[in-house]
């Protein structure tokens, strides 16, 4: 099986039971394996196996339904684009499309208005001109003429959908409009030549009142689509390309992983690279939402789409199209705002069976006031008032558009949200454990003491000459640290071989030249390799050590010394905590550190709950029991080294930085490597949340209460279609409250 992905964007959906229907003739297509169908972001995310068809194929499917695709689908297994700047035209196309779209809606409603205001006035002043034609007055004929450009022309889009619907034996918003204008229409064109009054205003203004909708909720869900558009602008088109000694602009297609760039003041950095000459200071806020700009100098990381702000950088390629810093925030955002939240899936199983429940009310409705009052024309007057106020559109919408602005607001900020269902499982948080190391830690341990085993006679050099042939083979925080002193003081170090590092524990070896056994690493690593511990124990319980990890280093049986290595606290970390506990939070912290290390780490940033020395392959047993005991967790960790706890917690927030994006588990990702971020993300989580509910309360509300209102004859068809135009409306701009709050 080949497994692919795409991301399809989609024209003419008119409401969530539009979505359903797309999604159900996906699922059902053998070779797609997963489908989800977005109406706030007119997208489809869809996966599926290449060897039994192609994305033309799945394409199909959607026009097959009555839809049509716009071509700017996002395929997101394809490895490298040639392109640097991977989604720019892309965005440009989207945006350009959803301008289109709210001029089109503009312009409809527009002439609409025009051409229904006659029709409006006769409601108020009946005008007859006396003069007949085919016995009709020529007033009516104008209504007629009138009322057959609005419903027809300008409302065809309605038609043309619902009889697409109609032939698949289904229905939806449109087939309810259709319905309502064309009851109201064909009852006035009987009415005229059968000498009574007719109600053509009612068909054109239901049309006029939908379409004036349509333009604000196109413009409203435009603006909730704004970050993401934003994201997809960043990208350049044009680089400086360093060939022979000089610079030629080229286009950014033609740049490859190796190539050299030279970057000048005021230019944005085209592409992923390192720093190969210059220094200056760069603006990462639009990936990282720091405001700050970082200083970058030579062998430093520099990312797409960032700013250049006061030194000329001479930079080689690292990554180039679906591999950069900005295509994988833009993937994981877009992902992100196609997927459904569980909540959401309670509004698609209503919208699957809503739009046919309200035929049949309209139906009861026209058979109750017929049947019991006698009067044909208030009986087709309320039914089309059922059909014209049902609102799907306001439940298709009330889920994803939150979500859309949600995932929007936290990626202008560097906060990362992988679904929808991120924002649902922030509901019932109750404690938020920390990782220690390089979470509530810079990650950048430095060797504060060094002890001699005096009883040896081990030299302070020989000591780190050891440890450090030991470290040399280890990618660990703790052995970089010993390793990069060593280096620093040009210690000569042994060759060893036989090397194996012990998660949790430490490093073991052994000396090639003497063939004696050596190891650094903790406490539990010297018991495991019956080493005498002793000497060990002692140093362990001296307070005069207890603010560093201790690193034991021993050379056959015996204890050569030990290393104390720190990590400076975050400068944030202790605020951060305090701001989580005023959230009534409760606070844990996790390390495979010492219990005396940890207690001390948690006595300076007031954590009551530690749990120390835990290995890392334990931590998510350790999570999982809270769990078990009524904890709703959030945990925050390294988003590689902690995989198995992000993924255990109810919600888990990875610290990551840039380059690890694509890489990282749990279903928030903070791109740049501040604690403080860990608030707004809960913050973003939990208020996406709130909306949500808001939205489904108020589109739930609005139908349960308008609907019999409407069958009881209390609404008439027109403060109906505007009742309905406002209910999807409202809900997009409560949405929109997310970005003030």
């Known amino acids: 099986m080949k497994h692919a992905k795409i991301i399809l964007n989609i024209s003419?959906?008119?409401?969530?039971?539009?979505?359903?229907?797309?999604?159900k003739e996906l699922l059902k297509t053998k070779g797609i394996l997963d489908a989800s169908v977005n109406f706030a972001t007119k997208k489809a995310y869809v996966e599926y196996d290449a060897d039994v068809l192609?994305?033309?194929?799945?394409?199909?499917?959607?026009?097959?339904?009555?839809?049509?695709?716009?071509?700017?689908?996002?395929?997101?297994?394809?490895?490298?684009?040639?392109?640097?700047?991977?989604?720019?035209?892309?965005?440009?196309?989207?945006?350009?499309?959803?301008?289109?779209?709210?001029?089109?809606?503009?312009?409809?409603?527009?002439?609409?208005?025009?051409?229904?205001?006659?029709?409006?006035?006769e409601m108020f002043v009946k005008l007859r001109s006396g003069q007949f034609f085919l016995g009709v007055d020529l007033v009516m004929w104008l209504h007629l003429i009138l009322a057959t450009v609005v419903v027809f022309y300008f409302g065809w889009?309605?038609?043309?959908?619902?009889?697409?619907?109609?032939?698949?034996?289904?229905?939806?918003?449109?087939?309810?409009?259709?319905?309502?204008?064309?009851?109201?229409y064909f009852y006035s064109l009987w009415a005229v030549f059968a000498g009574r009054d007719g109600y053509f205003e009612t068909a054109a203004i239901i049309i006029t009142l939908i379409l004036l909708g349509k333009y604000f909720e196109t413009r409203s869900t435009g603006r909730a689509g704004e970050a993401m558009r934003k994201l997809l602008e960043?990208?350049?088109?044009?680089?400086?390309?360093?060939?022979?000694?000089g610079e030629i602009e080229v286009n950014i297609s033609q740049i490859k992983?190796?190539?050299?760039?030279?970057?000048?003041?005021?230019?944005?950095?085209?592409?992923?690279?390192?720093?190969?000459?210059?220094?200056?200071?760069?603006?990462?806020?639009?990936?990282?939402?720091e405001s700050l700009p970082v200083e970058k100098k030579k062998y430093s990381s520099v990312y797409g789409a960032t700013l250049n702000q006061d030194g000329v950088l001479k930079i080689k390629v690292m990554q180039v199209g679906e591999q950069t810093v900005l295509a994988q925030i833009i993937k994981t955002v877009e992902e992100a705002q196609v997927s459904k939240a569980p909540i959401q899936k309670l509004a698609d199983r209503i919208s699957g069976i809503f739009v046919p429940a309200v035929i049949a009310l309209s139906i009861l409705t026209f058979s109750g006031w017929y049947f019991f009052r006698g009067n044909f024309t208030i009986a087709v007057i309320n039914a089309v008032a059922v059909l014209v106020i049902a609102c799907p559109c306001a439940l298709g919408?009330?889920?994803?558009?939150?979500?859309?602005?949600?995932?929007?607001?936290?990626?202008?900020?560097?906060?990362?949200?992988?679904?929808?269902?991120?924002?649902?499982?922030?509901?019932?948080?109750?404690?938020v454990i920390f990782d220690k190391t390089g979470t509530l830690t810079k990650g950048k341990p430095e060797i504060i003491s060094r002890i001699r085993n005096q009883e040896l006679g081990i030299t302070e050099e020989k000591l780190i000459k050891i440890a450090g042939s030991l470290a040399k083979h280890s990618e660990h925080p703790l052995s970089r640290a010993v390793y990069d002193y060593a280096q620093k003081n040009n210690i000569a170090l042994v060759e060893v071989e036989n090397v194996r590092e012990e998660k949790g524990k430490g490093i073991s070896a052994v000396y090639r030249e003497h063939q004696t056994r050596l190891l650094i690493g903790n406490i539990q690593l010297l018991k495991d390799n019956k080493v005498d511990i002793q000497w060990a124990r002692e140093i362990l319980e001296s307070k005069k050590y207890e603010s560093g990890t201790k690193l034991f280093v021993a050379h056959g049986a015996e204890i050569a010394g030990a290393i104390i290595v720190a990590d400076e606290l975050r400068e944030e970390?202790?605020?951060?905590?305090?701001?989580?506990?005023?959230?009534?939070?409760?606070?844990?912290?996790?390390?495979?550190?010492?219990?005396?290390?940890?207690?001390?780490?948690?006595?300076?940033?007031?954590?009551?709950?530690?749990?120390?020395?835990?290995?890392?392959?334990?931590?998510?047993?350790?999570?999982?029991?809270?769990?078990?005991?009524?904890?709703k967790i959030i945990f925050v960790g390294d988003g590689i080294n902690d995989a198995p706890s992000l993924v255990q917690a109810d919600l888990g927030i990875a610290m990551g930085s840039a380059q690890d994006i694509a890489k990282e588990a749990g279903q928030i990702i903070l791109v740049q490597?501040?604690?403080?971020?860990?608030?707004?993300?809960?913050?973003?989580?939990?208020?996406?949340?709130?909306?949500?509910?808001?939205?489904?309360?108020?589109?739930?509300?609005?139908?349960?209460?308008?609907?019999?209102?409407?069958?009881?004859?209390?609404?008439?068809?027109?403060?109906?279609?505007?009742?309905?135009?406002a209910s999807s409306v409202s809900v997009v701009v409560n949405s929109l409250r997310i970005y003030r709050k």
């Open 12 to 23: 003419g959906m008119s409401c969530a039971s539009c979505a359903v229907s797309n999604e």
């Open 54 to 121: 192609d994305k033309e194929n799945v394409k199909r499917v959607i026009r097959d339904n009555g839809y049509k695709i716009i071509e700017t689908e996002t395929a997101l297994n394809s490895k490298v684009r040639p392109s640097g700047s991977p989604r720019s035209n892309l965005g440009n196309m989207e945006h350009e499309h959803s301008g289109e779209d709210v001029q089109k809606n503009w312009n409809a409603f527009l002439w609409s208005a025009i051409l229904s205001i006659p029709l409006l006035v």
């Open 157 to 184: 889009r309605f038609h043309r959908m619902a009889f697409m619907q109609m032939k698949k034996f289904r229905a939806n918003m449109d087939t309810l409009i259709s319905l309502g204008t064309a009851a109201a």
């Open 234 to 245: 960043l990208g350049v088109k044009k680089a400086r390309l360093f060939v022979n000694g």
């Open 257 to 289: 992983v190796g190539d050299e760039i030279i970057v000048k003041p005021g230019e944005k950095i085209p592409l992923d690279g390192v720093v190969l000459e210059g220094e200056s200071d760069v603006d990462e806020s639009m990936l990282t939402g």
């Open 397 to 431: 919408l009330a889920t994803p558009a939150a979500i859309m602005v949600g995932t929007g607001r936290g990626a202008k900020s560097g906060i990362l949200f992988k679904s929808g269902e991120s924002f649902e499982r922030a509901k019932d948080i109750s404690m």
């Open 573 to 631: 970390a202790k605020k951060v905590i305090a701001k989580l506990k005023e959230m009534e939070l409760k606070i844990a912290m996790i390390t495979g550190d010492n219990k005396k290390t940890a207690e001390y780490i948690a006595r300076e940033l007031e954590i009551k709950n530690v749990l120390a020395e835990v290995l890392p392959h334990d931590k998510a047993g350790e999570v999982k029991k809270l769990q078990e005991e009524g904890e």
């Open 673 to 725: 490597n501040n604690l403080e971020k860990v608030i707004e993300a809960v913050k973003v989580s939990k208020l996406t949340f709130r909306t949500i509910r808001q939205n489904l309360f108020w589109a739930f509300g609005y139908n349960i209460i308008a609907i019999p209102l409407a069958m009881a004859g209390f609404l008439n068809p027109i403060i109906a279609a505007g009742a309905m135009a």
